[in-house]
């Protein structure tokens, strides 16, 4: 069975930092050859990519989080961190991790779903 598990996820003062993982587990195929996305979705608002790192290791972000936010990869590749920096209000949301063999970087069409953790930001 696929599973995959966030964890990280709290409450944090603006300008402070968390970093969220998600751990794989259940995958047929090696893990190598997944690629992996962050999502995040905030009451009221559509679900928006965040971040993506595909099996090159070739990474994507959101224009709301470049240059804050980092995804990378457990050396086996299971499991995905998300370091956030200089977290804003306006990251408050709950965050997702996705996996597919495809490569859908910040498309929300992976077929494998983390059921998320919440970041809460204050000011």
């Known amino acids: 069975q696929v599973q995959l598990v966030e964890s990280g996820g709290g409450s944090v003062q603006a300008g402070g930092s968390l970093r969220l993982s998600c751990a794989a587990s259940?995958?047929?195929?090696?893990?190598?050859?997944?690629?992996w996305g962050w999502f995040r979705q905030a009451p009221g608002k559509d679900r928006e990519g965040v971040a993506a790192?595909?099996?090159?290791?070739?990474?994507r972000y959101g224009d709301s989080v470049k240059g804050r936010f980092t995804i990378f990869k457990d050396s086996a590749n299971s499991i995905v961190y998300l370091q956030m920096n200089s977290l804003k209000p306006e990251d408050t949301a709950t965050y997702y991790c996705?996996?597919?063999?495809?490569?859908?970087?910040?498309?929300?069409?992976?077929?494998?779903w983390g059921r998320g953790t919440q970041v809460t930001v204050s000011s």
């Open positions: 790192i595909d099996t090159d290791g070739n990474t």
């Open positions: 996705a996996a597919d063999r495809a490569r859908w970087f910040l498309q929300a069409k992976y077929d494998y």
């Open positions: 259940g995958f047929y195929y090696p893990y190598n050859i997944y690629n």
